[in-house]
């Protein structure tokens, strides 16, 4: 196992953990290939029914690497963004940290997302002269309402937590310092549930996802290429990209 990603068991609740602290818990290719690899070794254990699902303190999940959107060599990372739904147990994502770009979608694709009042949410590509894929444009206003998941879109700019709540984001945001215990209460209670039956509903709930989230990316993969190929992108890539503080102000 990889030590960008720490799993442990808490009875009944396995916690994953990702801890890329010198990558900022930016989307690389080693998290590409640790985060399904952790949530495996989770689902393994028979005695585990729910994964919780945490980050860094200050950054849940931020964007694509600075050296990923500048390679010409483009590697998948569809098994990170997408992982949760593709996990067979519950995912509750204690959402501490700030999440940006593809990791604000990697932390909404959980079942249930938990967030902070405090930190900066951004769906930022905009920024970037980017536009997103991976069935974002379906999975914001999906989780967050459609007026509100659309605007975070096109303003590329980062929403605190306690302003997604004022404005009736259907999510749960709690005080910063409560984010995770509240997630592992959560997880605790869905995990009285016998673990085959936890299985089949998750299956029901991630079959619709992954398949609303497919259409989204029928639709989005095009204009993405065209996007990522375009003059505009590279320069505001080596022009405005910092860290996840930064980006999600």
Not at 30 to 56: F, K, N, R, W, Y
Request: net charge negative; glycine share 8%.
């Amino acid at each position: 196992m990889s030590d960008l990603v720490t799993v442990e068991i808490d009875g009944r609740v396995a916690v994953v953990t990702v801890a890329d602290s010198r990558g900022g818990n930016a989307i690389s290719s080693a998290l590409v290939e640790a985060v399904p690899a952790a949530l495996a070794e989770a689902v393994s254990d028979p005695a585990v029914h729910v994964i919780v699902a945490a980050g860094l303190p200050a950054v849940f999940a931020a964007g694509a690497s600075r050296e990923y959107l500048l390679t010409d060599e483009r590697a998948d990372v569809e098994p990170f963004v997408r992982a949760f739904p593709h996990c067979p147990l519950p995912v509750v994502a204690a959402m501490q940290g700030h999440a940006i770009g593809g990791g604000l979608s990697f932390g909404l694709y959980a079942d249930v997302p938990v967030l902070s009042e405090r930190s900066r949410y951004a769906a930022n590509f905009l920024n970037y002269g980017l536009v997103p894929e991976y069935g974002t444009t379906w999975l914001l206003p999906s989780r967050l309402g459609h007026t509100l998941g659309t605007e975070m879109l096109l303003t590329a700019r980062g929403y605190a937590g306690a302003e997604l709540r004022a404005r009736s984001a259907p999510v749960k945001v709690v005080p910063h310092e409560s984010v995770f215990d509240t997630a592992l209460e959560l997880a605790r209670g869905m995990a009285r549930a016998p673990r085959y039956a936890l299985e089949l509903l998750k299956g029901q709930f991630a079959e619709q996802a992954l398949a609303a989230g497919d259409a989204a990316i029928e639709v989005e993969v095009g204009r993405h290429e065209k996007a990522w190929g375009s003059a505009d992108f590279r320069r505001l890539v080596k022009q405005r990209y910092g860290r996840a503080e930064e980006i999600a102000r």
